[in-house]
C-alpha cells in the first residue's frame, strides 16, 4: 500500500511548486483495498537551507509543520493544502519533500518533492540562484534574436507607453508584464523567479561585472566574461547602455520602503490605491529609472534593453504587494483597492490588458506582440487575456484564482496584516 500525492498543477517534467499561498492537493491510499480507513500523518522533510512547508485542511495561513489525515481505504481522495512556510523558501527543486507516513508507526506511504519559488531581494540571491536567472534571460535573449524581443516592443513608446504609464493601470499592467516574462523564464529553467533590486538600499551583489554589470567611462556595461549576459543585444547594437549613477556602495535618491508605503495614507481605514499609485510612479519608480544618470533605463520607448529594468520593476511591483499586505487591498472589487474612476482605455478596471487582449481598435494599439499571456505549471489564473482586475488579488484571497507568484518578504495572510 501505498499513497499518492497528486499536486493541482505540474510542470512538463512533473515536478509540482509552492509559494506562501497554499494550494490544495489530493492524498489517496492506492491501490483501492478493503478495509479500515488508513490513519497518516503529513509533513515536510527539508534539506539544510532548504524550503520549508505548512499543512492545513483548508485554505488559511494558519498551516501546521505537521498534519493528521484519515484517508479512505477505497482510494477516494482527501485534501490537504500545502504552502511555503514563510520566510523559508528554497533555493532548489527538492530541497524540501513532503512526506505522508503512517500513524502510529512512521513508516513512508508516499512522498513529493517540491520547491518553495518565491521572488527575491537580488542582492542575497546564491551563485546558483543568480546562475539560473543570467542563463535563463539569456536564453530568452537569444543574442537578439529570441523571444525577449515581443518584451522590448510591448514596453515602447506613442501608443503601448499609454498603455503602461500615466494612470491607474500602471501598476496592473507591468505586473502582467512581469508575470509574462517570469513564465516565459521558467519554460526554460522552472527553478527561476524574477528577482528585485531593492533600489533604495545599497546593492553590492547586484553592480558586479558578474551579474548586472558595471558601466565604463563610455557608459557601456562591462560584464565578466563567464557572464551569459555578456551576448546580450537589446536592441539593433550588442550590448546594454547605462550611466554610471549606480555602483555597488551607491543608495539612489529615491523614497524609501517606509516612506513609498506610506504614500496613500498611514491610517488602515482610510488609506487609498490613487494617491500611493500615482505618486510611486514618480518617486520611487521614475526617480530610480533616472538614477543611473544615463543610458537606455532612463528612457520609457528603451528602457526593458536594459536586462536591469527587469528587476527595477519587480521590485516597484514588490512595493505594490507589500502595500496591498499591509492594508488588507487584494479584492478588486473595494473602491480603495484600485481607482474605478478612470475613462482611459486600458486603465478601468474591467478593461483587457494589451497586448495580451490581442489586436485592438485605435486609439488603443492595433498591434499585439507575444501573443496571450504565458502558461504556469501553478495556476491556469488569469487567462490567456488579462484584465486589469486581474492583477489586483494575485495572491487569489477573494477568488480561488491566484498568479503563481510570492515576494520572500510579503506573506501570504488571510485578512490583511
Not at 551563485?127 to 536567472?133: K, L, N, S, T
Amino acid at each position: 500500500m501505498s499513497v499518492s500525492i497528486t499536486f493541482p498543477r505540474i510542470d512538463e517534467r512533473g515536478r509540482a511548486y509552492v509559494t506562501w499561498r497554499p494550494v490544495e492537493v489530493k492524498l489517496a491510499v492506492t491501490p483501492p483495498q478493503a478495509g479500515p480507513a488508513v490513519a497518516v500523518t503529513v509533513s515536510a522533510r527539508r534539506l539544510s537551507g532548504g524550503g520549508a512547508l505548512l499543512f492545513a485542511d483548508h485554505l488559511t495561513h494558519a498551516g501546521t509543520a505537521t498534519l493528521d489525515v484519515t484517508l479512505p481505504a477505497s482510494g477516494a481522495a482527501r485534501s490537504v493544502w500545502i504552502g511555503g512556510a514563510y520566510p523559508d523558501a528554497s533555493t532548489r527543486f527538492g530541497d524540501v519533500t513532503v512526506e505522508v507516513r503512517t500513524r502510529p508507526g512512521g513508516a513512508l506511504l508516499g512522498s513529493r518533492p517540491t520547491m518553495v519559488r518565491v521572488r527575491k531581494n537580488a542582492n542575497r540571491l546564491t551563485p546558483a540562484e543568480r546562475g539560473r536567472f543570467l542563463r535563463a534571460m539569456a536564453t530568452l535573449n537569444g543574442s537578439g534574436a529570441g523571444r525577449f524581443r515581443d518584451f522590448r516592443d510591448m514596453h515602447t513608446s506613442g501608443a503601448p507607453d499609454r498603455e503602461a504609464h500615466g494612470g491607474p493601470g500602471f501598476l496592473p499592467w507591468h505586473r502582467i508584464y512581469l508575470l509574462d516574462l517570469e513564465r516565459e523564464l521558467q519554460l526554460i529553467d522552472a527553478e527561476v523567479s524574477l528577482p528585485y533590486w531593492r533600489f533604495d538600499q545599497a546593492a553590492p551583489n547586484v553592480f558586479t561585472r558578474q551579474f548586472m554589470g558595471v558601466p565604463t567611462f563610455q557608459n557601456v556595461v562591462d560584464f565578466a566574461p563567464s557572464n551569459p549576459l555578456r551576448a546580450w543585444i537589446g536592441a539593433t547594437q550588442p550590448g546594454v547602455q547605462r550611466g554610471r549613477g549606480v555602483g555597488p556602495t551607491t543608495v539612489p535618491d529615491v523614497l524609501t520602503e517606509a516612506e513609498t508605503l506610506a504614500l496613500g495614507g498611514r491610517a488602515l481605514a482610510s488609506a487609498a490605491f490613487a494617491p500611493f499609485a500615482q505618486d510611486m510612479q514618480f518617486d520611487p519608480h521614475g526617480a530610480a529609472h533616472m538614477s543611473h544618470g544615463g543610458g537606455v533605463i532612463t528612457n520609457p520607448g528603451t528602457a526593458p534593453q536594459d536586462p536591469l529594468f527587469f528587476l527595477l520593476h519587480c521590485n516597484v511591483d514588490r512595493l505594490w504587494a507589500k502595500w496591498q499586505w499591509g492594508f488588507r487591498m487584494h479584492d478588486p472589487a473595494a473602491a480603495r483597492a484600485f481607482t474605478p474612476g478612470s475613462t482611459r482605455p486600458g486603465h478601468r478596471l474591467a478593461d483587457p490588458l494589451w497586448p495580451w487582449s490581442g489586436p485592438l481598435a485605435a486609439p488603443r494599439p492595433t498591434t499585439a506582440p507575444g501573443g496571450g499571456l504565458a502558461a504556469s505549471a501553478m495556476t491556469n489564473a488569469p487567462g490567456l487575456s488579462p484584465r486589469v482586475r486581474d492583477a489586483i488579488d494575485y495572491f487569489g484571497l477573494t477568488t480561488p484564482a491566484h498568479l503563481g507568484f510570492a515576494y520572500d518578504d510579503v506573506p501570504f495572510q488571510m485578512g490583511g496584516a
